[in-house]
């Protein structure tokens, strides 16, 4: 009877020990979620590649005067595209957010559209109103234009913005920089997209979203502004932790004097930096955006309540750290049938130029790959690997043979003479043709 108490008891215990400090969600989140997903979500942004010109197109009418909102020009990018700040608010607490300083990191940017029509259109909802006598939020939505364009990185002069924020080379870092100087933000939200590759810590999963309060100097100390950004980042993770748990990570917090968010830090400005990474299935990133609405609405309204204060650290400090970048597809044990060559058994592991998509596909390695590992797995124990040219490029046995860094086509077939085909890759993943067996792995 003892015994089983006892054992009652550290059973009991067990739970508490082993889970993390995060604090609950905010009441109000799930209100908030069925209102997005009734009519929050703005139309014309499905595809993640769309053009900055059709953003500004749906979110100028958005952010109208009559709806409390201040929009300006503060620059133009290396091409001449306008560089816009949009202001709301009437609450001391300044918060400065910029998005998409690289051109192909667009999830924040559809989120901001979907914030402006929430703070536009529903003046009278609870949290609204915080935000709006709590803070004054100002927006730098798609801080490099020319990247975005072309769903690229850096910027026309092929700058990566985010290594300009201390040489301040190009016009888009300028413009931000200026428009910090200018507003002198208690907090600051330095908006990104990760590699979906990316494991949360050691684990298998895929980081969805990653967090940073950015240190200020090289010894990584934390100051009181810091820690506010620390608070602010459990409040995100809080939020998100019911929805995406296992799938947070926070990034590795080593000093970048060439980077805004650290440089941003540095200046006293409560940082925090969100990475939306990968979800599998999700291949616009549209939860991931519906993700990034919520993690700033939860934000800003601790913020503005100033509930943020006293959020336990220990659940941003105890969130597992980026890990491995899995490559996108592996294929096991497959029998490889080059025309004149011996077969051989192989591995084959690619990677795709667009990882969601699964198009642009490339060989990566061939070979044992042993415990290599990858977003996808196909196991093909008992099929050929049958390299076919792709039509009107280069024979593959012409550019002599198979290997890394050739872009992949093959059949996996049942037979060495490639007529019962299982599976194809054409370079792009055909998504309405099945992988073969019970093979795909998805990693949740
Ligand atoms: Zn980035």
């Given at each position: 009877m003892r015994l089983a108490l006892i054992l009652l008891l550290s059973l009991s215990m067990l739970p508490a020990t082993a889970a993390t400090a995060t604090p609950p969600p905010p009441d109000w989140l799930d209100g908030l979620e069925a209102l997005y997903d009734a009519g929050l979500r703005?139309?014309?942004?499905?595809?993640?590649?769309?053009?900055?010109?059709?953003?500004?197109?749906?979110?100028?009418?958005?952010?109208?005067?009559?709806?409390?909102?201040?929009?300006?020009t503060i620059g133009s990018s290396a091409e001449g595209r306008p560089l816009r700040h949009v202001a709301w608010g009437e609450g001391d607490t300044r918060v400065l957010l910029w998005s998409q300083m690289h051109g192909d990191e667009s999830t924040a940017s559809m989120a901001l559209a979907d914030l402006l029509r929430f703070l536009g259109e529903h003046p009278d909802d609870p949290l609204v109103r915080?935000?709006?006598?709590?803070?004054?939020?100002?927006?730098?939505?798609?801080?490099?234009?020319?990247?975005?364009?072309?769903?690229?990185?850096?910027?026309?002069?092929?700058?990566?913005?985010?290594?300009?924020?201390r040489a301040l080379a190009t016009p888009?870092?300028?413009?931000?920089?200026?428009?910090?100087?200018?507003?002198?933000?208690?907090?600051?939200?330095?908006?990104?997209?990760?590699?979906?590759?990316?494991?949360?810590?050691?684990?298998?999963?895929?980081?969805?979203?990653?967090?940073?309060?950015?240190?200020?100097?090289?010894?990584?100390?934390?100051?009181?502004?810091?820690?506010?950004?620390?608070?602010?980042?459990?409040?995100?993770?809080?939020?998100?932790?019911p929805r995406i748990a296992g799938h947070i990570a926070k990034w590795d917090d080593t000093f970048n004097p060439r980077a805004f968010g650290d440089l941003t830090a540095k200046a006293g400005v409560s940082t925090i930096l969100i990475e939306s990474g990968g979800i599998e299935g999700d291949v616009q990133k549209q939860r991931l955006r519906k993700l990034n609405f919520l993690a700033l609405a939860a934000a800003l309204d601790a913020i503005a309540t100033g509930a943020h204060a006293g959020l336990p650290h220990a659940a941003y400090e105890e969130l597992p750290e980026n890990g491995e970048t899995w490559p996108d597809l592996l294929v096991t044990g497959g029998t490889l049938v080059l025309p004149g060559r011996p077969q051989a058994r192989v591995d084959l592991l690619l990677r795709f130029d667009q990882p969601l998509l699964g198009r642009g596909g490339r060989i990566a390695d061939v070979g044992d790959l042993g415990g290599a590992k990858a977003r996808r797995v196909i196991d093909a124990s008992g099929l050929y690997i049958i390299p076919f040219a792709p039509p009107g490029g280069d024979a593959t046995e012409e550019r002599g043979g198979f290997g890394p860094g050739m872009s992949a086509h093959f059949h996996l077939a049942r037979d060495a003479g490639g007529r019962d085909v299982a599976w194809t890759l054409d370079c792009d993943i055909d998504a309405a043709l099945p992988m073969p067996a019970a093979a795909t792995k998805d990693s949740e």
């Open positions: 703005v139309d014309g942004l499905d595809d993640r590649r769309f053009q900055p010109e059709a953003w500004w197109d749906i979110a100028l009418p958005l952010a109208s005067r009559k709806r409390g909102f201040t929009v300006e915080r935000l709006r006598s709590g803070t004054t939020l100002h927006f730098m939505p798609i801080v490099n234009p020319d990247g975005a364009a072309r769903f690229q990185r850096r910027n026309a002069q092929g700058v990566d913005v985010n290594r300009d924020a888009e870092g300028r413009a931000l920089h200026g428009l910090r100087e200018r507003v002198r933000p208690a907090f600051g939200f330095n908006l990104h997209d990760q590699h979906v590759g990316y494991r949360a810590g050691d684990s298998d999963r895929g980081t969805a979203i990653a967090l940073l309060a950015p240190a200020f100097n090289e010894a990584r100390e934390v100051d009181a502004s810091r820690a506010r950004a620390i608070e602010v980042a459990v409040a995100i993770r809080a939020a998100l932790e």
